[in-house]
């Protein structure tokens, strides 16, 4: 049976991050697959470009001014969308920021800020929209790792970013496990090197030892933000309907295998 391009007809997908990166993308992809996407972000330039480019392509999709890192205002933008735009079928936490040190030069405070910018604004967004999720058939929530949560870097410092992806890898296993009973499916795509405006000017700026890595992707080269969302849609779409706790790597087989 042919994979109809209406996966998502009929289904309401948040997604945060959505000004940039991977989270425009997945707005214009989850779209064009017939959901009506809630978007948000901080970056308010950004997030209504995103919404323009969406609805200028047909689609539905509204957004807003979101600081994930804070509890009182993702509590708010949930019980917003429950009583304006609810159900929720899907909820794509694509959303972080990262700080890269290695150990010696990792400070304390470091640590807390990576620990708040890449696990709080996972956790208070699943904690928040849980509640929706578990009363429809059929929901999905998809979490963002990296290769980062499962492999170490000897190029790259990145402690904090490395114990905080782990650790949504380990969210989305015990997510499936409390999600499953409702029927709600917990999964996670985990990134290797894509070019988005946060690896443009850090991984991927000239003087960066990183910049080399492509030689080291068996696929030869760096990924795309719409291949990232074409994985997060699978995941949240019912063709995943049998798959839940899984990590999906979309690295162009970086974790998987050795150079050399
Ligand atoms: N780009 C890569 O190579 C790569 C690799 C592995 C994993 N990832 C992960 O993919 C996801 C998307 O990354 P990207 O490269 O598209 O990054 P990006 O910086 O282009 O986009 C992230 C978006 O999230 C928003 N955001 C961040 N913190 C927020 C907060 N507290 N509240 C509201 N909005 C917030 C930003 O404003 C931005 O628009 C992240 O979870 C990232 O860790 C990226």
């Given at each position: 049976m042919?994979?109809?391009?209406?996966?998502?007809?009929?289904?309401?997908?948040?997604i945060t991050g959505t000004a940039s990166g991977q989270g425009r993308a997945a707005a214009l992809a989850f779209a064009e697959a017939g959901a009506v996407v809630v978007g948000c972000d901080?970056?308010?330039d950004g997030a209504a470009a995103t919404v323009h480019k969406v609805t200028a392509a047909g689609g539905r999709m509204s957004s807003s001014r979101v600081d994930l890192t804070d509890e009182t205002a993702v509590a708010a933008w949930a019980q917003d969308v429950a009583a304006n735009q609810g159900p929720v079928?899907?909820?794509?936490?694509?959303a972080a920021v990262t700080r890269f040190a290695p150990v010696e030069q990792l400070t304390?405070?470091?640590?807390?800020?990576?620990?708040?910018?890449?696990m709080d604004v996972v956790f208070l967004p699943v904690k928040y929209f849980w509640p929706q999720l578990i009363q429809v058939r059929d929901a999905?929530?998809?979490?963002?790792?990296?290769?980062?949560?499962?492999?170490?870097?000897?190029?790259?410092?990145?402690l904090a970013h490395t114990a905080a992806k782990g650790a949504v890898v380990a969210m989305t296993k015990q997510l499936a496990a409390e999600g499953a009973p409702y029927g709600?499916?917990?999964?996670?795509?985990?990134?290797g090197m894509i070019?988005?405006?946060?690896?443009?000017?850090?991984?991927?700026?000239?003087d960066h030892p990183m910049r080399s890595i492509a030689g080291s992707i068996p696929l030869g080269r760096i990924g795309t933000p719409e291949e990232v969302a074409k994985c997060a849609l699978f995941l949240a779409s019912d063709e995943a309907s049998y798959v839940t706790g899984a990590n999906l790597m979309v690295d162009g087989g970086w974790s998987a295998v050795l150079p050399g």
């Amino acid at each position: 049976m042919p994979v109809s391009s209406q996966r998502l007809a009929g289904k309401t997908a948040v997604i945060t991050g959505t000004a940039s990166g991977q989270g425009r993308a997945a707005a214009l992809a989850f779209a064009e697959a017939g959901a009506v996407v809630v978007g948000c972000d901080m970056d308010d330039d950004g997030a209504a470009a995103t919404v323009h480019k969406v609805t200028a392509a047909g689609g539905r999709m509204s957004s807003s001014r979101v600081d994930l890192t804070d509890e009182t205002a993702v509590a708010a933008w949930a019980q917003d969308v429950a009583a304006n735009q609810g159900p929720v079928h899907i909820l794509y936490a694509n959303a972080a920021v990262t700080r890269f040190a290695p150990v010696e030069q990792l400070t304390f405070a470091d640590w807390k800020w990576n620990v708040e910018h890449e696990m709080d604004v996972v956790f208070l967004p699943v904690k928040y929209f849980w509640p929706q999720l578990i009363q429809v058939r059929d929901a999905a929530v998809v979490l963002v790792g990296s290769t980062a949560g499962v492999t170490g870097s000897m190029t790259n410092g990145r402690l904090a970013h490395t114990a905080a992806k782990g650790a949504v890898v380990a969210m989305t296993k015990q997510l499936a496990a409390e999600g499953a009973p409702y029927g709600l499916r917990v999964n996670a795509v985990s990134p290797g090197m894509i070019r988005t405006a946060a690896t443009e000017g850090n991984l991927l700026a000239a003087d960066h030892p990183m910049r080399s890595i492509a030689g080291s992707i068996p696929l030869g080269r760096i990924g795309t933000p719409e291949e990232v969302a074409k994985c997060a849609l699978f995941l949240a779409s019912d063709e995943a309907s049998y798959v839940t706790g899984a990590n999906l790597m979309v690295d162009g087989g970086w974790s998987a295998v050795l150079p050399g």
